[in-house]
Structures are given as structure tokens and as C-alpha cells.
């Protein structure tokens, strides 16, 4: 199997910038390509907000940490990734941009770079398809907050090889996750589980089921799940979601994926959840205050 020593990642959003993190935490050279510096510069603040975290439990060691941030670097330029060995692309839910990005690496990249893509919701395939590299094409599939969640799903469409998706997996172990195998369906384990979840939670706010701390608690407390599903669409943001359910719901046309019309309102009042600072909840309280939303 090819080694692979130079990791490239495409976005440094919420999930780009861990999956950066995580990267270099395990040793690689890892270059970020993102449209601005700015963007960068408020990622690598949280890259090493999060290390330090680590330090201050001591799970890593302070020069670790400083190890690690030496590793990365950033670019604006998509063809300073050209000599990694795989690419990791973490940018917003948009098949053509997504190609498009895809499409000016494909011929500047070497024969054995494997392309990767974090989508949550789109195809491998219609990402593959507008490549060279079908073959070198896998999904890996980080969750958010990625340098403390263990599961990584990797994602075989039906033109990947054999050693590509050994050679992902691989580097899926390498970065200290758990790898589970699947295939390449909208969504493919987690979120064609978990997104209906959500989108009916929102429905049951909608429908005055109960108040929206209490549907927090009612799962938690009653399921055992770390947050209630409100609170987990603000820490993934409402714009990911609506565009998650949108590609879902044209995928599969099933009612389960429609984004509920008070999705799209939030969404349009520029209530996206935490990144905006607030969403079901007010984020400059603390604690965070609910949102009165006039239902
Ligand atoms: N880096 C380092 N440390 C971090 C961190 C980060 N990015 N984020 C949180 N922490 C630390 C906190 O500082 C805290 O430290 P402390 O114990 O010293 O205070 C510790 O982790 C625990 O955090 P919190 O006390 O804030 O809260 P929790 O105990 O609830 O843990 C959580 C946080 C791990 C996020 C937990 O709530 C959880 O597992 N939530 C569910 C997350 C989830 O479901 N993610 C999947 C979303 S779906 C997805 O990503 C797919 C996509 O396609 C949509």
C-alpha cells in the first residue's frame, strides 16, 4: 500500500478545520485551502483553542500541540494541493462547487492520490463521475465536533477499488478513529438515520408537541442521548441541515427528508444556530435562553 505522508484539505468550516486538526495531530504535513485568510486565521484560533483543551487534560503533550499546529499550513491556491497524497474536502453541501474544485485537482494530481469527500448528504458517485479517478474516489465521513468524535464512516460507490478503500480505511485508523464501511447512499449510515430524526423533532416543535427544552430533555434524559435534537441542530447549524435534507428529500422523495417549513424560516431569518449565535437557543446568555420563534 501506498504511504501516505501529505494530507490535503479542501474548506476549513466547523468540519474542514478538525478534519485539518486531527491530521496533524497524527503527524501529516496538512495544507488547507480555503477562499480567504481571514477564514483561516478564525479556524487555526479554534484548531488551537481545541489542542489546548487536550493539553490542559493531559491527553497530548504541550509540544505535541505546538508539533502539530507547524504542520499545517494554508493556501488560497486549490493547486498547492496537487503533491498530497489524499485530499480531504470539507466545503458546503454544493455538488458543483464541489466538482468544480475536484475537476481543476484531478489532472494536477499524482496517479496514486486519492480523493475524499466529507459530503453528508450528496453522492460519492456525482463526485467521482466528474473525475478521472473513479477508481481513487472513496467518501470519509467525519462528525462534528470531529477531534472528540471517534466514528469516521468510509464510503465505497461503485467505482472505487479495492485499495483505495483499504488505503482510506487505513488512513481512517491512522488519525486515531473508528471506521465503519459504507456504501455509497445519500446520506449512508448516521444521517439517513439521524436526519429524519431531526427534521421531526423540528416538526414537533411546529406542531406545540412540547416546549423546545423539554423535547431537549425528554431525549436526553429518556434516550440517554448526549444532546436533545434541537440543541444538536443548532451545534450542526440549521443552513447544513436544510441543505442536508433538501439533497435527501431529492434523492430518495420520501416525506421523511422534507425540510420543515419552519427549517427554511429559521433558516431565512438567519437563525443557523451557534455559528450565528443563536438558533432554538440564544447563545450570548449564559446559560443560552430559548428562542421565542412565535409559535
Ligand atoms: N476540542 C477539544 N475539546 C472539546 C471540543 C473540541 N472541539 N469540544 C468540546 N470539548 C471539550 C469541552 O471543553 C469539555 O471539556 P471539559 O469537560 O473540560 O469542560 C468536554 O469536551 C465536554 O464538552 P461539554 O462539557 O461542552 O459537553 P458534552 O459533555 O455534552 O460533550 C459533545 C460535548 C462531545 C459534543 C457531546 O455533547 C456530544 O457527543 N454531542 C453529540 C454530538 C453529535 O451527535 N455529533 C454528530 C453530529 S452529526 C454530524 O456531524 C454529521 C454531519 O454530516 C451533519
Not at 245 to 254: L, N
Request: glycine share 8%; with cysteine; hydrophobic share 45%.
Amino acid at each position: 500500500m501506498t504511504e501516505i505522508k501529505r494530507v490535503g484539505v479542501l474548506g476549513c468550516g466547523l468540519m474542514g478545520s478538525g478534519i485539518a486538526q486531527v491530521a496533524a495531530t497524527a503527524g501529516y504535513d496538512t495544507i488547507v485551502r480555503d477562499v480567504s485568510q481571514e477564514i483561516w486565521d478564525r479556524a487555526r484560533a479554534g484548531i488551537e483553542k481545541s489542542l489546548t483543551k487536550f493539553v490542559e487534560k493531559g491527553k497530548l503533550a504541550a509540544a505535541n500541540r505546538d508539533a502539530a499546529l507547524k504542520r499545517l499550513t494554508f493556501t488560497t491556491a486549490t493547486a498547492d494541493l496537487q503533491g498530497c497524497d489524499i485530499v480531504v474536502e470539507a466545503v458546503t453541501e454544493d455538488l458543483e462547487l464541489k466538482n468544480a474544485l475536484w475537476k481543476e485537482l484531478d489532472g494536477r494530481s499524482g496517479p496514486m492520490t486519492i480523493f475524499a469527500s466529507n459530503t453528508s448528504s450528496l453522492t460519492i458517485a456525482a463526485m467521482a463521475a466528474a473525475t478521472r479517478r473513479g477508481d481513487r474516489f472513496v467518501g470519509l465521513h467525519f462528525f462534528n465536533p470531529v477531534p472528540l468524535m471517534p466514528l469516521v464512516e468510509v464510503v465505497r460507490t461503485v467505482t472505487t477499488s479495492e485499495e483505495t478503500f483499504r488505503r482510506a480505511f487505513a488512513f481512517a485508523q491512522s488519525l486515531g478513529k473508528e471506521p465503519v464501511a459504507a456504501q455509497d447512499n445519500s446520506g449512508f449510515i448516521v444521517n439517513l438515520l439521524l436526519v429524519p430524526y431531526l427534521l421531526d423533532a423540528i416538526r414537533a416543535v411546529e406542531h406545540g408537541v412540547a416546549s423546545v427544552p423539554d423535547i431537549d430533555k425528554a431525549m436526553q434524559l429518556g434516550c440517554g442521548y448526549p444532546m436533545g435534537p434541537l440543541t444538536l441542530l443548532d451545534f450542526v447549524g440549521l443552513d447544513t441541515t436544510y441543505k442536508i435534507a433538501e439533497i435527501m428529500f431529492t434523492e430518495y422523495r420520501e416525506q421523511r427528508y422534507a425540510p420543515p417549513p419552519l427549517l427554511k424560516r429559521m433558516v431565512l431569518a438567519g437563525l443557523t444556530g451557534r455559528k450565528s449565535g443563536k438558533g432554538f437557543y440564544d447563545y450570548s446568555a449564559d446559560p443560552p435562553k430559548v428562542v421565542d420563534l412565535g409559535i
